[in-house]
């Protein structure tokens, strides 16, 4: 990122980072303390705060499984440009609701930032987008879907201990019991 900042400090780009500043950052903070804000760990409560203030997230990662980031970002209808390294290719639809970018290539993102600058309705398009495709998902909502895809599937391919073992606490209740009479799993 230091050099997609120095690239584009002169322009009109603000950058803020958020997250705890660690030991390996040191030198990066350091390099780049006059042209970008760094703001410590947030409380969960006040990330969305934090999600209004950008026009785009960006989350150049070498290496990330499931970045919840990426799905808060996304929450809060802001356009993310990330790389093929985490979750980004499952939850981006390229130029809809954001960019997947190879890995070390700073220019890749420089470009799409100034993109981005050049076409600012085209990117408002885009959060306006991700802000009516939303839809919010109470627990009960995963279950009935959970529910449906059980009685439309006659067999699956899932290890059942450890699928009930990670949700099952999520599932608990008379839903999760009737499905499981229904496939006689043994919770």
């Not at 890749?108 to 050049?118: H, N």
């Not at 802000?131 to 009935?144: E, H």
């Not at 290890?159 to 919770?187: E, M």
């Amino acid at each position: 990122m230091a050099s997609v900042i120095s690239s584009l400090c002169k322009e009109k780009f603000r950058f803020r980072f958020i997250g705890p500043e660690t030991v390996e950052a040191q030198g990066l903070i350091k390099e780049l303390r006059s042209t970008a804000e760094f703001v410590p760990k947030q409380l969960q409560r006040e990330l969305p705060r934090s999600y209004a203030w950008a026009d785009l997230f960006v989350f150049p990662t070498i290496q990330d499984g499931f970045a919840a980031v990426l799905a808060q970002a996304h929450a809060s209808s802001l356009p993310i440009l990330t790389t093929t390294n985490c979750c980004g290719p499952d939850l981006i639809r390229d130029g809809k609701t954001g960019w997947v970018l190879p890995i070390r290539s700073p220019e890749a993102f420089v470009e799409r930032l100034r993109w981005c600058d050049a076409h600012r309705v085209q990117l408002a398009d885009m959060t306006r987008h991700l802000y009516l495709d939303f839809r919010s998902r109470t627990w009960a909502d995963v279950a009935a879907d959970f529910e449906s895809l059980c009685a439309t599937k006659t067999s699956f391919c899932i290890n059942w201990d450890i699928y009930f073992t990670q949700v099952g606490p999520i599932y608990c209740g008379q839903r999760l019991s009737a499905l499981a009479k229904h496939f006689t799993i043994d919770l």
